[in-house]
């Protein structure tokens, strides 16, 4: 009974981790349509301008986002991370797709291959994915974050991401995509870890075990808030220049 739970679950966190991908594909393509018709007629975003705010495109794709990313966050709650974050790969080979036909963008033979081993590498981390540990509590989330290595990783990763928003953002954002694609990629690794937390918290709450009662639940929802803040700030930026 518990595996055929488990299989149910693991089905329901594939589906909605790949509808999360489609509509967060479509909406890197939208919003930049939405960014370009705003860096036409005012501050480009890679320049610190916010003219996109007026642009109903901008708005449409960040809806999509929206949707994807709540589809995203309940796949946690269903299915092990380290089946749902590989799935996110499957937004670029959308992106990708729709780009060409849409943006007219032409991918070279680099683009091909970076798609082609975003797919391979995906499909064999689904496959291999082990059994998720079962959780009973934010509280044995927070147990795992706080363990030495992850909190040294996380250390690590907050001053990294410093160092690229305050030094290296003034003098080389504009002209070097890496920088915004570092501090969103960077950020994001943290994030995984507050989007399950939060979850589950949300899941056992539903299943009418409250875990907003722990001061926990609320530490991992303000990262998620200010983590999701930061990326998306950086996804306009480097949307713009690529």
Not at 125 to 152: C, M, N, Q, Y
Not at 157 to 162: A, Y
Not at 186 to 204: C, D, E, F, R, Y
Not at 230 to 236: K, S
């Amino acid at each position: 009974m518990g595996a055929s739970s488990d299989n149910v679950d693991n089905v329901t966190g594939f589906i909605l981790a790949v509808s999360s991908s489609i509509f967060i594909g479509s909406s890197f393509i939208i919003k930049k349509m939405g960014l370009k018709k705003a860096g036409a007629t005012g501050k480009r975003a890679a320049s610190g301008g916010h003219a996109y705010l007026y642009e109903p495109f901008w708005w449409f794709g960040m809806i999509s986002m929206i949707v994807g990313e709540i589809a995203n966050f309940a796949a946690y709650a269903f299915a092990p991370a380290l089946l749902v974050t590989p799935l996110g790969a499957l937004s670029i080979i959308f992106s990708a797709v729709l780009a060409h036909f849409i943006l007219k963008e032409r991918l070279h033979i680099f683009g091909v291959l970076g798609c082609a081993l975003c797919v391979v590498g995906s499909t064999t981390i689904v496959l291999h994915a082990p059994h998720e540990r079962d959780i009973h509590s934010v509280k044995e989330v927070w147990e795992l974050a706080t363990e030495p290595g992850f909190l040294i990783y996380s250390c690590v990763v907050v001053v990294v991401v410093c160092v690229l928003i305050f030094y290296f953002v003034p003098r080389y954002g504009q002209s070097h995509l890496i920088v915004y694609v570092g501090i969103c990629s960077l950020t994001g690794s943290i994030t995984v870890m507050s989007v399950k937390a939060v979850s589950i918290a949300l899941k056992l709450t539903f299943e009418g075990n409250n875990q907003f009662v722990y001061f926990q639940t609320w530490f991992f929802t303000i990262i998620v808030i200010g983590c999701c803040l930061l990326q998306i700030n950086y996804l306009n930026k480097d949307s713009v220049i690529c």
